[in-house]
């Protein structure tokens, strides 16, 4: 991984907190120990992007039973509502704040040239969590950690091939731009792409995801398999499916990503036919990763985190046995 960046700021902190030590005595809010605030605590500020999915709802959770202060961070979380210039904001208050490591997951990829640079100025390490950025700015973070969308794709679009090679597909993609919907895109289309003859976004929403089905059944009355880029698009696609007379995972196949409880529930019952996860609880792996940030550590640049897969033979057990 390139750690000249970090090693940079690292650095930097140290000598400005000598000086700043010298300057003003006891009032050190001091970088120089690693990052930390004066009290001892990590400063962090974590631009979470919305709360638009039940993974999106799962992810906050294990994010905020982590960075705790018991856990000795001192953590600025703030929602951004899938508005990218609230993230844009909330970084820039992060900055004023002085925070020793920001984190963020941001809605889409592009957009953040500016505001990645003002904060690579300001010498505050950033840790991109879920998903990824597309930008000009040399060594714009000094790790990730997330799943592999690419993969997860890939995963969903064997199933179909095995499964149902002649299938007619509509794909509910993700919000539009960003590398979750891009990426799983690639992904499935990698190996089942001729197959798709219709696609919408449902921007990662239950009632945008229903919405884009109603259209579609008009549109594409032969379709028989939906792939949902996350399960609460396929939630609102049953419900389309559903009142248009249709019976969801027998007429109408649906595949999803996430395998939240209501995704792995519809499975369960047959609605959903095939559930590709993407594991939302890495709260405990994200403070691992900032408090080696904030020490100088090395860290590796990405950290994917592991996904499984379910069909139709779930059960009760596993699904009561999983924390999200
Ligand atoms: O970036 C991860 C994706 O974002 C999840 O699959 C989806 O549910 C969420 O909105």
Redesign the pocket.
């Known amino acids: 991984m390139t750690m000249s960046f970090k090693r940079g700021v690292v650095s930097a902190i140290a000598a400005l907190s000598l000086l700043s030590l010298a300057a003003c005595g006891s009032d050190g809010k001091a970088e120089g120990d690693g990052g930390s605030g004066g009290d001892g605590t990590i400063k962090v500020g974590f631009s979470q992007?919305?709360a638009?999915?039940?993974?999106?709802t799962a992810?906050t959770e294990s994010i905020k039973a982590n960075l705790t202060a018991e856990n000795g961070i001192n953590l600025t979380f703030v929602d951004a509502q899938q508005k990218q210039e609230n993230q844009i904001k909330a970084l820039r208050d992060f900055i004023d704040q002085d925070v020793d490591v920001i984190a963020f997951?941001p809605v889409i990829e592009t957009g953040w040239d500016e505001v990645l640079q003002d904060i690579k100025d300001a010498g505050i390490p950033v840790v991109l969590v879920?998903?990824t950025v597309d930008t000009t700015v040399e060594d714009p973070f000094v790790t990730w950690i997330?799943?592999d969308?690419t993969a997860e794709g890939v995963t969903a679009g064997e199933w179909v091939k095995e499964n149902h090679p002649d299938a007619k597909i509509f794909e509910l993609q993700?919000?539009m731009g960003?590398?979750?919907q891009a990426n799983?895109q690639d992904g499935f289309r990698s190996v089942i792409g001729d197959n798709v003859i219709g696609e919408a976004s449902g921007n990662?929403?239950r009632t945008e995801g229903k919405a884009a089905v109603e259209a579609a059944l008009q549109a594409y009355p032969d379709l028989d398999l939906i792939f949902a880029?996350?399960?609460?698009m396929g939630l609102g696609a049953i419900e389309a499916i559903e009142a248009a007379g249709k019976v969801p995972g027998q007429d109408i196949q649906i595949v999803t990503?996430?395998g939240?409880h209501d995704g792995l529930v519809a499975l369960l019952e047959g609605k959903f036919n095939y559930v590709v996860e993407?594991n939302?609880a890495f709260g405990d792996q994200l403070l691992e990763l900032i408090k080696q940030v904030a020490a100088g550590e090395d860290v590796e640049k990405s950290t994917i985190v592991v996904d499984e897969a379910f069909d139709q033979t779930i059960t009760q057990e596993v699904i009561d046995g999983r924390s999200f």
């Not at 638009?52 to 999106?56: I, P, Y």
């Not at 880029?229 to 609460?232: G, K, S």
């Open positions: 992007l919305g638009e999915s039940g993974w999106r992810n997951s879920d998903r997330g799943a969308f993700g919000t960003s590398g979750a799983r990662f929403t880029h996350n399960d609460d990503v996430d939240v993407c939302p």
